[in-house]
């Protein structure tokens, strides 16, 4: 039987021995991917230090996270690897806290291959490697989650405070965040004004102080209180798109096509306005194609496998890259596929058939893994890239429907 402190000690020999066999293998580079969205995180932390404003679309706390370098001088090319160890650290601290709330629930064997479970996730250690934000909003996920665990042990509101406090912070990584604390304020109604006056509401003030500094930067720059346009754009261009051209039976094309072109002709502010346009008029007048694009939507960000693997080439000519190629392709494609629909079925299964015999920690867990699994579905062609946002609360959910089955008499999560 492994002691008590080398479990932690496991995982984290594990994780460094599995990331350098996984980079090495496939030839991972660390770098920055002029496909997709990484040229816009640094771009906002450009912004942020070269010209002290909020960049349009990247939030300030991630453009501040990542760009750090910049305030010693240092080159974009430093910014770039400090992000990208930044990303590591978080998917290192991930692993930790999954095993800490699981074995703070039931027992650290469970915690362990729970987390090792997780270490394996081919997707959520391959975004690390990308300049996204990603690991970084994972890993303050799962620290709110953390500390609603120790609240439910405790019932200290100081624990509630930080989660809220974590939240409010992660709304400056991925604006989505809003939701998440929406729901976290439902779930500590009563206990508000306790977590809302202590000493750790200074962090809440601090967090809600950056998020105005970022509406009021967007409102002087390009006219609106908003904390991102990134969502005008997505909708525009990847859901409300996709629907437009159901509705004209053409093929879709995210960015690439006429109604994208045409889009990109105009301003933040403008672009706000045509795509709440847009919106209204489909949700109108093409509600069945606008239902068709959102399951096409949830297809797309489920049936794919991490997309970063796919870009790797094998520039070293080594006989067994394809092989590894196709084998992480494979397994981060039915990791996606099982772990969406072990997700929402069974939270579904927890909010419904068994809400009295789990406590409000496990039905939080449920919430936020639909609520993230139905608003991903705004955009599409994402492969793995949204849905392992939820993949450490499947690992907690997992490990509780496991005990409950393998120990019928063990009340799970009991607060």
Same mark, same amino acid.
């Given at each position: 039987?492994?002691?008590?402190?080398?479990?932690?000690?496991?995982?984290?020999?594990?994780?460094?021995?599995?990331?350098?066999?996984?980079?090495?293998?496939?030839?991972?580079?660390?770098?920055?991917?002029?496909?997709?969205?990484?040229?816009?995180?640094?771009?906002?932390?450009?912004?942020?230090?070269?010209?002290?404003?909020?960049?349009?679309?990247?939030?300030?706390?991630?453009?501040?996270?990542?760009?750090?370098?910049?305030?010693?001088?240092?080159?974009?090319?430093?910014?770039?690897?400090?992000?990208?160890?930044?990303?590591?650290?978080?998917?290192?601290?991930?692993?930790?806290?999954?095993?800490?709330?699981?074995?703070?629930?039931?027992?650290?064997?469970?915690?362990?291959?729970?987390?090792?479970?997780?270490?394996?996730?081919?997707?959520?250690?391959?975004?690390?490697?990308?300049?996204?934000?990603?690991?970084?909003?994972?890993?303050?996920?799962?620290?709110?989650?953390?500390?609603?665990?120790?609240?439910?042990?405790?019932?200290?509101?100081?624990?509630?405070?930080?989660?809220?406090?974590? &939240?409010?912070? /992660?709304?400056?990584? !991925?604006?989505? @965040? %809003?939701? $998440? #604390?929406?729901?976290?304020?439902? =779930? +500590?109604?009563?206990? &508000?004004?306790? /977590?809302?006056?202590? !000493?750790?509401? @200074? %962090?809440? $003030? #601090?967090?809600?102080?950056?998020? =105005? +500094?970022?509406?009021?930067?967007?409102?002087?720059?390009?006219?609106?209180?908003?904390?991102?346009?990134?969502?005008?754009?997505?909708?525009?261009?990847?859901?409300?798109?996709?629907?437009?051209?159901?509705?004209?039976?053409?093929?879709?094309?995210?960015?690439?096509?006429?109604?994208?072109?045409?889009?990109?002709?105009?301003?933040?502010?403008?672009?706000?306005?045509?795509?709440?346009?847009?919106?209204?008029?489909?949700?109108?007048?093409?509600?069945?194609?606008?239902?068709?694009?959102?399951?096409?939507?949830?297809?797309?960000?489920?049936?794919?496998?991490?997309?970063?693997?796919?870009?790797?080439?094998?520039?070293?000519?080594?006989?067994?890259?394809?092989?590894?190629?196709?084998?992480?392709?494979?397994?981060?494609?039915?990791?996606?596929?099982?772990?969406?629909?072990?997700?929402?079925?069974?939270?579904?299964?927890?909010?419904?058939?068994?809400?009295?015999?789990?406590?409000?920690?496990?039905?939080?867990?449920?919430?936020?893994?639909?609520?993230?699994?139905?608003?991903?579905?705004?955009?599409?062609?994402?492969?793995?890239?949204?849905?392992?946002?939820?993949?450490?609360?499947?690992?907690?959910?997992?490990?509780?429907?496991?005990?409950?089955?393998?120990?019928?008499?063990?009340?799970?999560?009991?607060?």
């Amino acid at each position: 039987m492994i002691s008590k402190p080398k479990y932690e000690y496991l995982l984290f020999f594990i994780a460094i021995v599995w990331t350098f066999f996984f980079l090495y293998v496939i030839q991972l580079k660390v770098h920055l991917s002029l496909v997709g969205d990484d040229t816009t995180y640094l771009k906002a932390a450009e912004n942020i230090y070269f010209h002290c404003r909020a960049s349009d679309d990247r939030p300030i706390l991630i453009a501040l996270i990542d760009g750090l370098p910049f305030l010693f001088g240092f080159p974009s090319s430093v910014v770039v690897n400090w992000g990208i160890f930044v990303n590591y650290c978080c998917w290192l601290s991930t692993i930790l806290l999954i095993f800490n709330i699981i074995s703070d629930q039931l027992n650290r064997p469970i915690a362990f291959y729970a987390s090792l479970f997780f270490v394996f996730c081919i997707g959520n250690l391959a975004i690390a490697f990308n300049f996204l934000s990603e690991s970084i909003f994972i890993f303050m996920l799962v620290l709110s989650l953390f500390f609603a665990n120790k609240y439910f042990k405790t019932n200290s509101p100081h624990f509630i405070t930080l989660g809220i406090a974590v &939240l409010v912070f /992660a709304i400056l990584v !991925k604006p989505m @965040s %809003l939701g $998440l #604390v929406f729901i976290y304020g439902l =779930f +500590f109604f009563n206990k &508000l004004k306790s /977590a809302l006056w202590n !000493k750790f509401s @200074s %962090l809440i $003030l #601090v967090g809600l102080s950056m998020i =105005f +500094f970022q509406m009021y930067s967007l409102k002087q720059q390009y006219g609106d209180y908003t904390i991102s346009y990134i969502d005008s754009i997505t909708w525009y261009n990847y859901l409300g798109g996709k629907a437009d051209c159901l509705k004209k039976g053409i093929a879709f094309y995210p960015g690439d096509n006429e109604r994208a072109i045409y889009f990109s002709k105009f301003t933040s502010h403008e672009q706000r306005k045509i795509a709440n346009d847009d919106m209204k008029a489909q949700i109108k007048d093409n509600t069945f194609n606008l239902m068709k694009a959102y399951l096409f939507c949830i297809y797309s960000n489920t049936s794919k496998g991490c997309f970063i693997v796919s870009e790797c080439e094998n520039e070293k000519q080594t006989f067994y890259f394809d092989a590894f190629k196709f084998l992480f392709k494979a397994i981060s494609k039915l990791q996606n596929i099982i772990l969406t629909i072990v997700a929402v079925l069974l939270s579904f299964y927890s909010l419904t058939f068994n809400r009295k015999n789990l406590n409000a920690f496990s039905k939080m867990i449920s919430i936020i893994i639909l609520y993230v699994f139905f608003i991903s579905a705004i955009s599409c062609f994402q492969c793995d890239r949204f849905h392992i946002v939820f993949y450490p609360l499947v690992m907690m959910l997992l490990a509780t429907y496991f005990m409950k089955s393998t120990y019928k008499d063990v009340k799970i999560f009991k607060s």
